[in-house]
């Protein structure tokens, strides 16, 4: 706490609280990977019903697919974690893919635009 009305913080709690951040490392991406994941295993691989996976993740059955194709994430998996070696390569083939999505939707939305 700091004394009055101005807010007073020393250069070495903000070089902690960096620390702390930096070792929470990973994109958002591998956090929600890990979470299905995680929820995935301990619904036993169900994904929809009420004790299933999307029900614990307060998704729609539709959406918890949706995000698994997204992330590489097959509905056959064994579900354990990903090597760090496994996710960059995933995040690079998923860019690449959403690169050609957008690239295909951009071309049907001008073929439209062109009638």
């Known amino acids: 706490?700091?004394?009055?009305?101005?807010?007073?913080?020393?250069?070495?709690d903000l070089q902690e609280s960096n620390r702390i951040l930096s070792?929470?490392?990973g994109t958002l991406e591998d956090v929600e990977r890990q979470r299905i994941l995680q929820l995935?295993?301990?619904?036993?691989?169900?994904?929809g019903?009420?004790?299933?996976a999307a029900v614990r993740l307060g998704l729609k059955r539709t959406t918890l697919l949706?995000?698994?194709?997204?992330?590489?994430i097959a509905r056959n998996t064994n579900y354990s974690p990903l090597t760090q070696e496994e996710a960059s390569k995933r995040?690079?083939?998923?860019?690449?893919?959403?690169?050609?999505?957008?690239?295909?939707?951009?071309?049907?939305?001008?073929?439209?635009?062109?009638?």
């Open 1 to 12: 706490m700091t004394p009055g009305n101005v807010l007073q913080i020393q250069v070495s």
């Open 66 to 72: 949706s995000k698994m194709q997204k992330l590489g």
């Open 49 to 52: 019903g009420p004790h299933g």
């Open 91 to 115: 995040s690079a083939t998923a860019g690449k893919a959403l690169v050609r999505q957008n690239i295909r939707s951009m071309s049907s939305t001008n073929l439209l635009h062109r009638r």
């Open 40 to 47: 995935l295993r301990e619904a036993g691989a169900v994904i």
């Open 23 to 25: 070792s929470m490392a």
